[in-house]
């Protein structure tokens, strides 16, 4: 039978041969000649650069397998930061793993965290904002959920030179001074008691943000006119989970219409409470604007930043493209970056003070060498060189954005010898890096002293430390941020003794989001601490 089949294919081949060159002239001839040549070496050499080309291509990185559909997405399991530094011991460095149908490729090393922010930054800069990030930011029209594109650029811009910029912190030093002295009468009226410290930092901070940006909307200071409200806690605390929390229509968006979780709808609801502030104090003020431009006296004032977002987007020369969205976009990214992140660090460095009675102490003996009997300012915190240690302590050991921000390569690019094709998230583990015993010497222990030997800052070039991130999406809010929790913290510790009360259980784990929390709030209980009694008012 088969030699049989094998004859009939020789006796077809042999005809298709005869007919191939059955052929009339010497030109067709040599047509034929030609084709019979060149068409199997164009074969046998795209066969060649096929084989070449896979062979060279790097590899995707190494990760686990998933479940067809779905990937990994089932075993992630909720404290992603500790999942991915499990993993990283177990694949190394860099490693991948399909969640839907997205490449997710996690870097938890310096040499590759600088890598991605370094060599590739600008290939790098780009976000894929979950659905979620999408609503809260009114479509990606702020600053941490935008491309980096020209309005990004812009918006950058705006936030460099006009909110955080020296001059500008300077003259907003009014509030920051008003808002702390606020807080330590407040704790002061409730010595003896239990006291939630994110909830009281996270007050302080709202106030001081929003009186920056939009204290001339405020009848005074101290007066709560414009104020965010006191349900504006919870409506964050929800707004950061939704954003940490895994979305079905983020990894499946087949499904994503559905929103099968409700979480675009949950974070839609949060969205309309924040509008409603936004719209009431944007409008307000282009009200206020039009009665002055009708000739109703001015009162010389300096303009806070609604007021320059609302000049700027007038502004007809075209060189920043503003709108009410856009504004409302940015307000949201600064007041929602500037408050969580604050406060959780406020809770963490005031629970590791307390769990470290010597680092206490020598926190206490510096405030009262460089402050003595007299109320915080500003132009002390240069001088608590011990306090910035712990601080920047806690930063590593309770980093609160531990995984950053993602990034999402618009080309397809190499980091430690595997491909990273186009359109993956990429996750920068700086919670993996900040407790690398390769890096820090006993990582689990809670000794701000390493802070003291060389110099130490949040600038993101020194890739061992890395709270704010780096590379062209660094926090821009480190000027601010720094000095809030320097001087909150200050102002807490020197005006009053904590403990924690009794009937309390005291631990330090944690809660995985894109802001990470204490898992139990910290609870404690202030005593006075200065004789004088008129430094608390
Ligand atoms: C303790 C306080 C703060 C911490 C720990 C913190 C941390 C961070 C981190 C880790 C990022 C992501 C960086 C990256 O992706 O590489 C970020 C981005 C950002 N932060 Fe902060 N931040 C703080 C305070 C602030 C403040 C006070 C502001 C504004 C007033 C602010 C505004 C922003 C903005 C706008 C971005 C997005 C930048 C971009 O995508 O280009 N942050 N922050």
Redesign the pocket.
């Known amino acids: 039978m088969i030699p049989e089949i094998g004859y009939k294919i020789f006796l077809t081949m042999n005809t298709l041969l005869l007919w191939w060159w059955e052929v009339d002239n010497e030109l067709d001839k040599l047509a034929c000649t030609v084709l019979t040549i060149s068409v199997p070496t164009l074969l046998l050499l795209w066969y060649k650069w096929i084989t070449y080309s896979r062979k060279h291509i790097p590899p995707f990185p190494p990760g686990p397998y998933g479940l067809p559909v779905v990937g990994y997405l089932p075993f992630l399991g909720s404290n992603l930061h500790e999942r991915f530094t499990e993993m990283a011991h177990r694949y190394g460095p860099i490693f991948s793993l399909r969640l839907g149908r997205k490449l997710h490729v996690v870097v938890n090393s310096i040499d590759l965290v600088k890598v991605v922010?370094r060599d590739l930054d600008q290939t790098m800069a780009n976000?894929s904002p979950p659905l979620t990030a999408l609503t809260i930011s009114y479509g990606g029209n702020?600053?941490?959920w935008?491309n980096s594109n020209t309005h990004?650029r812009n918006m950058?811009k705006i936030?460099a030179t006009q909110?955080?910029s020296n001059t500008n912190l300077k003259d907003c030093q009014g509030f920051r001074t008003y808002e702390v002295r606020r807080l330590v009468k407040e704790v002061y009226s409730k010595l003896g008691t239990k006291i939630n410290i994110n909830e009281i930092a996270f007050k302080t901070e709202v106030d001081v943000?929003t009186s920056i940006l939009w204290g001339c909307s405020k009848s005074g200071e101290g007066n709560d006119s414009s104020s965010i409200g006191g349900g504006f806690r919870e409506v964050e605390f929800k707004i950061v989970k939704l954003l940490g929390a895994p979305n079905i229509s983020d990894f499946l968006p087949v499904v994503s219409r559905f929103d099968l979780q409700g979480r675009q709808r949950e974070m839609q609801r949060q969205l309309e409470y924040v509008d409603r502030i936004f719209q009431s104090i944007i409008q307000g003020r282009i009200e206020t604007n039009s009665r002055k431009n009708e000739g109703e006296a001015e009162e010389d004032r300096r303009k806070d930043f609604v007021q320059i977002l609302l000049e700027l987007m007038e502004q007809k020369d075209g060189s920043i493209s503003l709108d009410i969205i856009k504004i409302k976009a940015l307000l949201m990214?600064?007041v929602l970056?500037?408050t969580d992140?604050?406060s959780t660090?406020v809770e963490w460095v005031i629970s590791e003070i307390l769990n470290n009675p010597g680092v206490m102490r020598k926190v206490q003996d510096e405030l009262t060498d460089v402050i003595g009997m007299n109320v915080v300012q500003e132009s002390h915190l240069p001088k608590l060189t011990y306090l910035d240690a712990v601080i920047k302590e806690t930063?590593r050991v309770h980093t609160?954005?531990p995984l950053?921000?993602h990034?999402y390569p618009d080309e397809s690019c190499t980091v430690g010898g595997y491909t990273i094709p186009k359109g993956t998230i990429v996750y920068?583990n700086v919670w993996a890096i900040h407790r690398d015993p390769k890096i820090w010497t006993n990582p689990l222990e809670f000794m701000p002293e390493r802070f003291l030997i060389d110099k130490w800052d949040y600038n993101g070039n020194n890739f061992k430390f890395l709270?704010?991130?780096?590379?062209?999406?660094?926090?821009?809010?480190?000027p601010?941020?720094e000095k809030?929790?320097m001087y909150i913290l200050a102002s807490l510790l020197h005006s009053f003794d904590w403990r924690l009360p009794e009937d309390e259980e005291f631990e330090l784990s944690d809660e995985f989001g894109i802001v990470t929390k204490k898992r139990k709030p910290l609870i404690a209980i202030p005593s006075q601490r200065q004789s004088d009694a008129s430094l608390y008012f």
């Open positions: 922010t976000r702020g600053v941490v935008s990004w950058r936030l909110l955080l943000v990214d600064i970056a500037a992140t604050t660090m930063f609160p954005v950053l921000v990034r920068m709270p704010f991130g780096s590379g062209r999406r660094i926090c821009p809010g480190i601010l941020g809030m929790l």
